[in-house]
């Protein structure tokens, strides 16, 4: 079945510096892929998407290419601020098989962010 | 736009009594809701979707007759958790997706349960 794999956390991080979380799938079809944060407390912001190969989405400075070659969305981030400690999942969506849209979440990455 | 709200958004319960959590789409049509249940720092782990006027389709392992699911209407579904115990305890949260954007669910914010 159609699964995601995250790297592990928790990350610790200094402001600014360099940010890289893995994220890796298996899916049959052409699932689409999304990046998704959640911070204390609260429920899931949707971060970014990309619904088709090489597609890149973005969005406050957060990058994932989808990459079919390597069944990869990885986020990436050039610069991160304390503002950006939070939970980070990584999904897709099983239209192809469920025709339900439903979501299939990784395990979640614990990025933790110090000034 | 594309909010989806919770109510309440946090509740604590005796042993035994049942415990109604609501999730409305304020501003689009729900096609179908989702209810999910998040342990701590862990993953996501979906109950059950919800099409408008007909019954919930429940995900492997999760009992139908102690979460009941009703989406009775195009902005609202709501979970029920029936005769709650300890092991119930957990943060709720549920999800909406339209027919215009129905690649993308929107998340509400998730309700806190505590069942003493």
């Known amino acids: 079945g159609n699964s995601v794999t995250q790297m592990e956390g928790p990350v610790t991080l200094s402001e600014e510096a360099f940010l890289t979380i893995n994220c890796t799938y298996t899916?049959?079809?052409?699932?689409?892929l999304f990046w998704y944060v959640q911070y204390p407390g609260e429920g899931l912001q949707l971060l970014l998407k990309?619904?088709?190969?090489?597609d890149k989405g973005s969005n406050k400075g957060f990058e994932a290419t989808y990459r079919k070659e390597t069944t990869s969305f990885h986020l990436e981030k050039g610069s991160v601020q304390v503002s950006d400690s939070a939970v980070y999942f990584c999904a897709l969506s099983d239209w192809g098989s469920s025709n339900t849209g439903k979501l299939i979440f990784g395990q979640g990455t614990t990025l933790q962010v110090k000034p | 736009g594309a909010v989806v709200s919770q109510h309440p958004s946090w509740v604590i319960c005796k042993s035994g009594t049942s415990v109604k959590i609501e999730c409305r789409s304020l501003d689009f049509q729900a096609t179908t809701m989702f209810w999910y249940r998040q342990f701590p720092k862990q993953s996501l782990m979906l109950m059950a979707t919800s099409n408008e006027g007909s019954k919930a389709t429940y995900e492997q392992g999760v009992e139908k007759d102690k979460f009941l699911i009703n989406h009775a209407s195009l902005t609202l579904s709501t979970l029920t958790v029936t005769s709650a115990h300890p092991e119930d305890s957990s943060f709720y949260i549920c999800?909406?997706?339209?027919?215009?954007?129905?690649?993308?669910?929107?998340f509400g914010p998730g309700t806190r349960l505590t069942v003493l």
């Open positions: 990309a619904t088709k190969a090489d």
């Open positions: 899916a049959t079809g052409y699932p689409s």
């Open positions: 999800s909406a997706n339209d027919y215009l954007s129905y690649n993308e669910q929107f």
